[in-house]
């Protein structure tokens, strides 16, 4: 630090810092319904896991059971090992389908809560509060460029390639 500088007030870092760890900062509504979020994103994410485990474990007990079924007899069979195998594979395409099934419901629900959480945090009475935007665009997040985009798409203009992301959607 040179002479002319003079040193940070620490009190005032301090009180700053002490807000946003105590919820009455500016941003301590959206830090706890960002956390909210994360809570249901998990309990979504544990549920699918779940179901998912339960239909791994289905599939290894009917592997086995058409292991046993293929030698029932003792002979060697290939009818009845075809039947079993058979079988087991119709069971494996159904699980499949679940899993798929339950992935797109998983992703439709965790983006639902991050678009509600979204629009919460963008709420006029959360962000209007001394931002100076006006509740309107406060309430779309003042994101212009994606309201612009879905007028277009409704007008049936093709909006621009540029999307403003940092990854393509």
Request: net charge negative; hydrophobic share 35%.
């Amino acid at each position: 630090m040179t002479k002319d500088q003079s040193p940070p007030d620490l009190t005032d870092m301090a009180r700053q810092t002490q807000a946003l760890f105590m919820g009455t900062g500016v941003g301590g509504a959206q830090f706890e319904q960002a956390l909210a979020m994360q809570d249901r994103l998990l309990k979504e994410a544990e549920t699918f896991t779940r179901h998912w485990f339960e239909r791994r474990h289905a599939a290894t007990e009917t592997a086995i059971e058409a292991l046993q079924d293929a030698k029932s007899n003792g002979a060697a069979d290939p009818g009845q090992a075809m039947r079993a195998m058979a079988e087991w594979q119709r069971g494996s395409l159904a699980r499949l389908s679940a899993d798929m099934q339950d992935w797109t419901a998983l992703c439709m629900r965790c983006a639902g809560a991050a678009m509600t959480t979204q629009t919460e945090m963008a709420s006029p009475d959360a962000e209007s509060e001394g931002s100076g935007k006006s509740p309107s665009k406060a309430a779309s997040g003042g994101a212009g460029k994606t309201a612009g985009k879905a007028d277009a798409k409704a007008d049936g203009k093709e909006p621009s390639k540029s999307t403003g992301h940092a990854t393509p959607v």
